[in-house]
């Protein structure tokens, strides 16, 4: 009995639980195992196409990020080259008038024609300025920084620019800042 007793220990039957528990043996029909065979390869399948997503997608977003930044540092190319222009314009100008090549009308037509060029630029991206001499006071196109009575113009009524207010694409992004008509006392 004593050798009975050392194999029904308690320890030795834990033993024997642990390596059945361990090594479950289940019978399943062929059919069945098929079928969870084709599963498990599915899950497989499926997972490997997840991880190369997953990497596909942290690419894309890599690259995205990349072309925003390039975009951002480059948006303004085209603006600034043709700003260059204008500065060579100007520069020219005020070259020839120091060495006194060219006399005050000819310096302000060119000037002038500086000025046209700049105006056509800005219009070609959208820029151009807000109408406001005569107009009534709109606070969201005009900043009142002076009010001047006035008999001859109702109330609220710009009188003078002091500096002028553009929109960009019908937005605007510099307010007209003016002189602003009031009642006389």
Do not use: C
């Not at 302000?108 to 807000?130: D, F, R, T």
């Not at 009524?157 to 800042?177: A, P, S, W």
């Amino acid at each position: 009995m004593e050798n009975n007793s050392k194999n029904n220990s308690p320890k030795a039957d834990d033993k024997t639980a642990e390596i059945h528990k361990a090594e479950k043996i289940i019978s399943l029909k062929e059919s069945e195992y098929q079928k969870i065979k084709e599963g498990a390869d599915k899950a497989k399948e499926y997972w490997d196409r997840l991880l190369r997503l997953q990497a596909e997608f942290e690419n894309t977003r890599k690259r995205l990020e990349r072309e925003k930044q390039d975009f951002i540092k480059f948006a303004n190319e085209g603006l600034i080259l043709e700003l260059l222009n204008i500065l060579d314009d100007l520069e020219r100008s005020v070259s020839l008038t120091e060495s006194k090549q060219q006399d005050l009308p000819v310096f302000l037509k060119g000037v002038e024609m500086i000025l046209a060029h700049l105006y056509e630029m800005l219009k070609k991206y959208g820029v151009k300025p807000i109408e406001a001499e005569g107009k009534p006071f709109d606070p969201h196109l005009h900043e009142a920084l002076m009010q001047v009575e006035n008999k001859e113009l109702p109330e609220h009524t710009i009188v003078e620019e002091l500096q002028k207010g553009y929109f960009l694409n019908d937005i605007v992004i510099r307010t007209t800042k003016a002189k602003v008509s009031k009642k006389t006392i």
